[in-house]
Structures are given as structure tokens and as C-alpha cells.
């Protein structure tokens, strides 16, 4: 119900758009967040987007660095990765809050794509 896409191979310092679009449901009343996982790791919360008051949420891995944003008309969400690290390098998922609050737990995502590999390399 969730479709990541815009993952790849970028170059140290580059940069990536990701999008997630629901094909099922509208994305307007869930908060949704995006996490990722690098091998051999546990999946980490990256940033989150809340419905109710259009809050965003940063880890402090990507502050300063990704930008979450919504665009209602296209039921998408983005995730703008800039200055891009090789720690970067993860496959990376969006999720589904259905409360609308959304949070860094996991278990209070409801919903999750499938994941899109961002692999940050010279």
C-alpha cells in the first residue's frame, strides 16, 4: 500500500529525493516516517511528518541534512537527502502512523513499503 522510490547510487556529497506514495489510501491523515536500515543494523527512525500539525522530526544522524515534506495534491511524501554520507547507506522505508502523530517506534506504524537501497559511494 506504500511505494518508496528515488533510491540509488550517489556519489559522497550528493544527493537523493525519495518519495512515498500510498496507492490505496490518502496519505493526509497519517503521520509518516521514514527509517532506515543498514546492514548488519537495526532499523533506525530518520525522520518523521505529522498530520495533525505538519510537525517534522529529525534524527540527529540527518539534521540539518534531510527534509521531509508532503504534497497533498500527489498523495506523496519526500524525503530530500542532501550532503549524503557513506553511513547514509541503507535501505530505506516510510511508514504509515494511522493516529496522525507519528512518532520514532516502529510499533506505532501501522502501515510499510517495501523499501528503496540507498547506497552512498565513490
Known sequence: ????????LVQPGGSLRLSCVASEFTLDYSAIGWFRQAP???REGVSYISSVDLS???????KGRFTISRDK?????YL??????PED???????????G???FGE???????????VTVSS
Open 101 to 103: 502523530w507519528g512518532t
Open 89 to 99: 547507506t541503507a535501505v530505506y522505508y516510510c511508514a504509515a502512523d494511522v493516529t
Open 40 to 42: 548488519g543494523k537495526e
Open 80 to 85: 530530500q537527502m542532501n550532503s549524503l554520507k
Open 56 to 62: 517534522t522530526y529529525y534524527a540527529d544522524s540527518v
Open 73 to 77: 495534491a500527489k498523495n506523496t511524501v
Open 107 to 117: 510499533a506505532d506504524y501501522a502501515y510499510w513499503g517495501q523499501g528503496t537501497q
Open 1 to 8: 500500500q506504500l511505494v518508496e522510490s528515488g533510491g540509488g
